[in-house]
Structure formats: structure tokens, C-alpha cells
């Protein structure tokens, strides 16, 4: 029964719950990682997957001394190339004002067309 688990108990299996939950998260980041890693070839993550299932700890210990230091800045190189690129900057006003009057001249805008543009502009 619930009665019958002391303090200690209690205590000692939230202390194995916890690392074991632990242990699953950095398996996965490393698990991840691996299978995402364009510098390895397949060869090396088959070694290293290997390594992972038959000496679980020490694998993940070793990976993360040999290849833990590259595991924030390829998720961050991936995560940027996934973005879209930034817009363009906007021009200025009077560099959209000059090329509303070289249209306004070349007879591409009527004067209103103009007048509205330059108000928007200057607004």
C-alpha cells in the first residue's frame, strides 16, 4: 500500500525518476544531433549509434566530450538557414522621391499620381 512507503523511499525513486528522465533528454539531443550532422559521414553515425546502443552512458559521455561543443552551433547554423531571408531595408524618402520625379518626368506618373506619392512620402 501508499502507507507502507517511507519518506526515504519516496525520496530515493523520485531521484532515479528524475536522472532517468535526464538521461532520456540527452539521449535524444545527442540521437538528434547525430542523424543531423553533415560532417559526419554514414559510416562514423552508424559507429557512434554503435556505441550509443551497447554502452549507452559511456557513448553518450564520449560524444559529448568529443563532439558536445559543436552541438549548440550546428542547431543554430541549422536554425538560421531555415529562417527566410530579412527584407530589404527600406529606401529612403528622398531617394523615393527622386525616382517619383524621374517617373513623373519620363511621363510614367500624371500629376495627381505624383502629388498623391509625394504626400504619402512627406506625411
Known amino acids: 500500500m501508499i502507507a507502507d512507503v517511507g519518506l526515504g523511499e519516496l525520496l530515493w525513486s523520485l531521484l532515479v525518476l528524475y536522472l532517468i528522465v ?17 560532417d559526419l559521414s554514414g559510416f562514423a553515425k552508424a559507429a557512434w549509434a554503435v556505441v550509443l546502443l551497447f554502452f549507452p552512458l559511456l557513448g553518450l559521455l564520449a560524444y559529448l566530450v568529443g563532439r558536445g561543443d559543436g552541438i549548440g552551433a550546428r542547431n543554430l547554423a ?46
Open 78 to 123: 541549422r536554425e538560421q538557414a531555415a529562417l527566410p531571408p530579412p527584407p530589404p531595408a527600406p529606401a529612403s524618402v528622398t531617394a523615393e522621391l527622386e525616382s517619383a520625379a524621374r517617373l513623373h518626368e519620363a511621363g510614367s506618373l500624371s500629376d495627381d499620381e505624383f502629388r498623391a506619392i509625394k504626400a504619402k512620402l512627406l506625411s
Open 22 to 38: 535526464h538521461l532520456l533528454i540527452v539521449t535524444f539531443i545527442v540521437v538528434m544531433d547525430l542523424i543531423r550532422s553533415d
